[in-house]
């Protein structure tokens, strides 16, 4: 079984979970992101996309990752063991 991750931050492979859970846990503004995650730390280019998860943004209170969307799996994965694959690797795989 394949999980795919979405990231928000590329360039520190900070997924939207991690963000959400960093929000649940009591991150109220990009500081307490970053500080706690690493988020906009390099580039800066997820800064934007990581805020919207915070409290007044457009993903903020949303249903977590883990629990609203069941796992996708590839339709020639033969084995029933999970994997969890950055999407590079799978285009890649399909390349």
């Given at each position: ?12 492979a900070i997924?939207?979970n991690q ?18 995650l690493g ?57």
């Amino acid at each position: 079984m394949i999980i795919i991750l979405m990231f928000i931050c590329v360039c520190n492979a900070i997924s939207e979970n991690q963000v959400r859970s960093a929000v649940t846990a009591g991150a109220r503004s990009l500081s307490d992101l970053q500080s706690q995650l690493g988020v906009g730390a390099c580039c800066g280019c997820c800064s934007e996309t990581a805020t919207e998860y915070l409290p007044g943004g457009r993903y903020a209170g949303q249903v977590s990752h883990e629990t609203s969307v069941a796992p996708v799996v590839a339709a020639n994965d033969a084995s029933a063991d999970t994997e969890i694959v950055p999407m590079v690797a799978i285009a890649a795989r399909r390349a």
